[in-house]
């Protein structure tokens, strides 16, 4: 069984908010619904009474968790698929039973879910991400060590994140790149590292910022859901 602060963590993961932020005052939409679905989580998959759910979630009164659960079960009972996709993944990484080997806490939350679902393709390591900090220009980049050549997946990872752009009309499609590509560098003392695998998503020099903040909002999601195909398909033909 999963403990309160693997399912915490887990939270965490899948959805975007640090853990503590989960645990903090912090009450934006998206913290508030990480909060709310944590403590959901937590009381469906524990034996774990409201004020132990509470202690775990910054030392939360009882009657706070109780009413936290009564608001997002509406939308749980709706079966609306972006729910049902959360609850889901959350459930799938708190059955690991531990908090990832590859989240040191220093993760962007933004990129989070992407790196977790990376993660979950066999053969693949990640070992640093960003989320524009080294650019300056709102870039999104994953580095990863893959067990192979080519990923025989990088074609219909590309194809199927390029039909899902397409048929979302909030995409600015001339606004961005997408790159997955091999690469090697030099290290300090002049040795040849490598390969390892960049998978980069580039703003265009001339996009203005407030696009390249909402496509980057748009995309992660899209590139998650492309990846997650990827990542099943993968664990069937490995079974």
Request: proline share 6%; hydrophobic share 40%; glycine share 6%.
């Amino acid at each position: 069984m999963p403990t309160l602060e693997h399912i915490r963590q887990a939270t965490s993961n899948v959805m975007g908010p640090s853990v503590e932020d989960i645990i903090g005052q912090d009450r934006d939409r998206f913290t508030l619904q990480a909060r709310r679905l944590a403590a959901f989580m937590m009381r469906q998959l524990t034996d774990a009474e409201y004020e132990e759910i509470g202690d775990a979630l910054g030392g939360r009164k009882g009657p706070a968790i109780a009413k936290a659960i009564a608001t997002i079960q509406p939308a749980i009972q709706k079966n609306s698929d972006d729910i049902q996709d959360l609850v889901s993944a959350i459930i799938r990484v708190a059955a690991l039973d531990v908090i990832p080997w590859w989240d040191d806490g220093n993760i962007d939350p933004a990129i989070r879910p992407l790196i977790s679902v990376l993660n979950r393709i066999p053969g693949i390591e990640t070992f640093e991400s960003c989320e524009g900090h080294t650019t300056g220009r709102d870039t999104l980049v994953v580095w990863f060590q893959y067990d192979g050549d080519v990923p025989p997946w990088e074609r219909q990872f590309l194809q199927d994140f390029q039909r899902r752009v397409e048929e979302d009309d909030r995409v600015c499609l001339g606004c961005f790149s997408v790159r997955l590509r091999r690469e090697y560098h030099w290290d300090c003392v002049h040795d040849l590292k490598g390969p390892y695998w960049e998978l980069l998503v580039m703003p265009r020099r001339d996009s203005p910022p407030e696009e390249v903040r909402t496509n980057n909002d748009i995309i992660l999601p899209i590139l998650v859901e492309s990846l997650e195909v990827i990542a099943q398909e993968q664990h069937s033909a490995n079974a």
